[in-house]
């Protein structure tokens, strides 16, 4: 592995801390690795009780090796085109353009993910499509330089896969043996098709009380694409979609997703 190796996990309000925090804590554990935690204007980001500060001007960074993007609300930071002019500036530096759990979707809507699989939260995944990615079930999915994990605590997964790359897999196995990472959870319950509707009920209640509102965030991702609203330097020449839901899983089929018929992101497309 290279010396020197500069992974930059761009914050925003509203991010939720644990997608970046498993990823960094493996991230740490490797040698010549700089972590840069930034935010635009190098503004303190807060989640609960907790705050990050300082960090570093998102704006100053020249340059990283590899691109993490955390997860989060979506809408507000989609529509702040400082924080989404670095996000393009930085991929298109990048060995490796990453993301964790929604933060997949801010890279599709960044236009980096057209033509590409990749991973979200289950709740979000299908949003990909709006922006011309392919949804993927993978808790952790590569798809070229691009590397993107499932919800929340697929960050730690998503963290020794990317590790494995960088330093090789005796390594990875290393720091997940010093993590403990030997996940056994007390329920099978982080999908929604292995709960009953008594918790699919709760989910909504519980969302609501983190001030995370699924239905909203999807309404409003569903407008942007429409209407191309996100900040970009070609916004508005893009894109006539139409979006229909194909038939529910068959034994036997692949995943029912939302078809988008024609979808054309003019901001730069991911890298080989």
């Known amino acids: 592995m ?17 997608d970046f925090m498993g990823p960094q804590a493996v991230f740490g554990m490797l040698p010549g690795v700089r972590q840069i935690f930034a935010s635009v204007g190098g503004q303190p980001i807060r989640e609960g009780a907790l705050t990050l500060d300082p960090l ?23 529509r702040d085109r400082v924080f989404m002019d670095a996000i393009r500036r930085l991929a298109s ?28 939260h289950w709740a979000a995944r299908e949003q990909l499509s709006l922006f011309g990615a392919i949804p993927d079930e993978g808790r952790v999915v590569r798809d070229g330089h691009l590397l993107t994990g499932g919800g929340v605590t697929a960050g730690i997964d998503f963290g020794l896969t990317l590790a494995a ?5 005796v390594v990875a196995q290393s720091i997940q043996l010093l993590l403990e990472y030997a996940p056994a959870p007390p329920f099978d319950a982080g999908r929604p098709e292995a709960v ?3 918790v699919l009920a709760q989910l909504a209640t519980l969302s609501t009380a983190v001030g995370f509102d699924m239905a909203a965030e999807t309404a409003a991702l569903q407008q942007l694409g429409a209407s191309s609203a996100w900040p970009g330097p070609d916004a508005g020449r893009c894109c006539a979609m139409d979006v229909r839901p194909l038939p529910r899983k068959q034994p036997g089929t692949s995943t029912g997703r939302a078809r988008v018929q024609r979808v054309r992101i003019p901001h730069g497309r991911a890298k080989a």
Do not use: K
């Open 165 to 169: 790359e960088l330093a090789g897999p």
């Open 93 to 120: 530096t990048a060995r490796f353009v990453t993301s964790v759990c929604t933060g997949s979707v801010i890279l599709g809507a960044a236009g980096l993910l057209e033509g590409r699989r990749a991973a979200s």
């Open 2 to 18: 290279a010396s020197n190796l500069e992974i930059v996990f761009p914050l925003y309000p509203g991010v939720s801390f644990l």
């Open 56 to 78: 570093t001007r998102l704006e100053d960074v020249e340059r990283c090796d590899v691109l993490c993007v955390p997860g989060g609300p979506m809408v507000n930071v989609v």
């Open 196 to 198: 009953s509707q008594e």
